[in-house]
């Protein structure tokens, strides 16, 4: 900096060492008014020689509690692109970030350069004026950054380079944060004083990825692809109006990867993620309340979404009419309900209908909302259609291209001898990616990692499965026989009852005509 000065004030010498001298005997004798208009116009003539401007980012901006975003921005552009050319750095390690920060020492001057214009960044620190007496050490200290630049180049600088340098430090800022895994907190939790209290959260750090995901090539890419279609899609979502956001519906039996999948995509989409236990909500103004404090860039999860929550309009109907019957049956009067239990019930299919796509689900955009059931076909229609959960994807038994991505992940095998049977087996057998990756995982210190062990213990759980499932089956089977033949010899028994009571009718109806034919005969003889 000091170097820069005495370049750009070269000129100025002489008549600033003249200023100097004479100050003393300016104090002395000048009267304060006169002294005062004296220093103004000082500065007005020092403004005139001097070509630089200099703009001031402060680390305490118009909200004095909390550190100005744009500060943080300059302060993260300053360590990823110019920190190398600085000679004083301090590193730190800052909460929410993966990585050590390295950043520009106080007193430390660093060059860019834009468009080819150098410009200057200076940082520095200031005793607060504020007479408060601080427990924390530095707390008194306000510190900021100047910019230098030529005064020719001001507009390049506000229009241009300051948007730039701020775009720039909030990319730097997310790229180095560490990705965070939130839940709802109870309600009765919540402080209304502090709008962080409504999500808990700890770092996420699944290490699942699309490699270690075992699932048909093919569909593995389709997902992919539509992942990155969407980040990519910002100006597409604005252009036909729709929020930017979208939807997936992961289905199918237990333990086939559904919830690796949503750390996989996090982990691919570098995404915070929003795990929503619904049952802690107590209404749809909770859920609204939950939404509105989730940030961008987040994957909001609900899973197995038919277990949580009494959504299906067929269930609710079922509730609905037993509560008539009740009322219908006893007319007493009842005491109210209990209200707790009352508003355990309150998020409604149409609360959470708009939680996804009503006028609120706009609000932040870039989100991915999951849900994940074992049972697709208990859900709403409304609930799954194609605008809400845009895509839906179906996690199956393990197939041999399952298996392949497990064998290469568990035991870096791509081919053996065993791979024919085993291939044959699981097209016949149905067996979840997480019992076969536990035959391929064996906890022993023996068999670790022997992948001819592994690979024949795998063939043989595959055996047992489909003896399994072959005496399952013809269980089923029996039990169906059984239930047919109880129900013809029932229906036959019925039959025979019928007939039997025909005949009795018959013969009734025969004796009666009879008898009547008697009377009508003694009539004529009559
Ligand atoms: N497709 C898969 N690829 C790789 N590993 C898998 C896969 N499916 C399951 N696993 C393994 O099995 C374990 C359980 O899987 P996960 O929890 O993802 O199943 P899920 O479908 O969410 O089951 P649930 O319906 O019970 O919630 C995981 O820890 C993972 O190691
Ligand atoms: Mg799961």
Redesign the pocket.
């Known amino acids: 900096m000091v170097a820069m000065m005495v370049e750009r004030w070269a000129g100025f010498g002489s008549a600033a060492a003249t200023v100097i001298f004479l100050w003393p005997v300016v104090q002395k004798y000048v009267p304060p008014t006169f002294r005062l208009y004296l220093t103004a116009w000082a500065a007005k003539l020092a403004a005139c020689f001097n070509p630089y401007l200099q703009i001031t980012i402060s680390e305490y901006g118009a909200e004095r509690f909390q550190r100005s975003d744009f500060f943080l921005a300059v302060e993260a552009y300053l360590s990823d692109a110019c920190a190398r050319r600085a000679r004083k750095l301090k590193a730190e390690l800052v909460k929410d970030s993966k990585n050590l920060r390295v950043t520009v020492d106080d007193h430390e001057e660093v060059t860019d350069d834009f468009s080819g214009t150098t410009i200057w960044w200076y940082a520095s620190k200031r005793q607060s004026k504020a007479n408060v007496i601080s427990i924390y050490p530095g707390e008194d200290e306000r510190r900021f950054y100047q910019v230098v630049f030529h005064r020719r180049h001001r507009d390049l600088v506000v229009d241009s380079y300051l948007p730039f340098v701020l775009g720039e430090g909030r990319a730097v800022t997310v790229k180095n944060r560490q990705r965070r895994l939130f839940t709802n907190n109870a309600s009765r939790n919540w402080n209304p004083y502090r709008s962080k209290s409504v999500w808990s959260h700890v770092a996420f750090e699944h290490p699942a990825t699309f490699d270690?995901?075992?699932?048909h090539p093919d569909e593995k890419e389709a997902i992919v692809d539509d992942l990155m279609a969407f980040q990519e899609s910002k100006d597409y979502y604005a252009k036909v109006g729709k929020a930017w956001k979208r939807g997936y519906l992961l289905y199918?039996p237990?333990?086939?990867?559904?919830?690796?999948?949503i750390a996989a995509m996090a982990n691919f989409l570098d995404y915070d993620v929003y795990d929503l236990e619904l049952t802690a909500v107590k209404n749809n103004t909770e859920l609204r309340k939950l939404f509105i404090e989730t940030t961008g860039k987040s994957i909001i999860v609900i899973?197995?979404i038919d277990c949580s929550i009494d959504l299906t309009g067929k269930r609710r109907k079922d509730k609905k009419a037993s509560s008539d019957k009740d009322s219908d049956d006893d007319d007493k009067p009842k005491l109210p309900m209990d209200p707790e239990k009352d508003d355990a019930t309150k998020v409604t299919l149409s609360g959470l209908l708009n939680f996804i796509d009503g006028l609120w689900s706009a609000c932040g955009g870039e989100r991915i909302i999951i849900f994940?059931t074992?049972h697709k076909e208990k859900l709403d229609p409304a609930l799954i259609r194609r605008g809400r959960m845009d895509k839906h994807i179906e996690?199956s038994y393990c197939r041999f291209e399952?298996f392949k991505?497990?064998a290469k992940n568990y035991l870096d095998v791509i081919k053996h001898e065993l791979f024919g049977e085993i291939q044959q087996l699981l097209e016949e057998t149905d067996m979840?990616?997480?019992d076969v990756?536990e035959n391929l995982m064996p906890m022993s210190k023996k068999k670790k990692r022997d992948p001819d062990l592994c690979l024949s213990g795998l063939v043989k759980a595959l055996k047992q499965a489909k003896e399994d499932a072959a005496a399952a089956a013809a269980k089923a089977k029996e039990e169906e026989e059984a239930k047919e033949a109880e129900a013809k010899k029932a229906k036959e028994k019925e039959e025979a009852e019928v007939k039997k009571a025909k005949k009795e009718n018959k013969g009734k109806d025969k004796a009666a005509e009879e008898a009547n034919g008697d009377i009508k005969e003694g009539d004529k003889v009559k």
Not at 212 to 215: D, F, P, Q, S
Request: charged share 10%; net charge negative; glycine share 16%.
């Open positions: 270690t995901l075992a699932m199918g237990p333990g086939t990867g559904k919830s690796t999948m899973e197995d994940t074992n996690m399952g991505v497990l979840s990616p997480a990756a």
